[in-house]
């Protein structure tokens, strides 16, 4: 049974900066799955923020780029998300999710496992 726990998320101001986490168990890192961080704002679809693939690739949803980096510790089974420059358009719930590779990797239908997520909140 996959299990997924993020933390690290909070208030700050704009311009400020979280690292979130993302704690995996019953999961390994493998070219079978693939993971992703997704953020969904109230009244919004949820979409995806970052990925990283088994061979440490990563894509990033526009929105972030050159603000975002997702990365990974395969040692302790854990994902992380470093988020420099936060503008209040980035606060919501992210969630990181678990699915079987295939397909976009921005379609939320593709995920199977979800954690509860961890709320961010950016005031200007």
């Known amino acids: 049974q996959v299990q997924l726990v993020e933390s690290g998320g909070g208030s700050v101001q704009s311009g400020g900066s979280l690292r979130l986490s993302c704690a995996a168990s019953g999961y390994t890192y493998s070219s079978y799955y693939m993971i992703a961080w997704f953020r969904q704002a109230p009244g919004k679809e949820r979409e995806g923020v970052a990925t990283i693939d088994s061979g440490g690739s990563t894509t990033y949803a526009d929105s972030v780029k050159g603000r975002f980096t997702i990365s990974q510790d395969n040692a302790k089974n854990t994902l992380y998300l470093q988020m420099n420059n936060l503008k209040p358009e980035d606060t919501a719930m992210y969630y990181c999710?678990?699915?079987?590779?295939?397909?976009?990797?921005?379609?939320?239908?593709?995920?199977?496992?979800w954690g509860k997520g961890t709320q961010v909140t950016v005031s200007s």
């Open positions: 999710g678990v699915g079987i590779f295939g397909g976009s990797w921005t379609n939320a239908q593709r995920y199977n496992y």
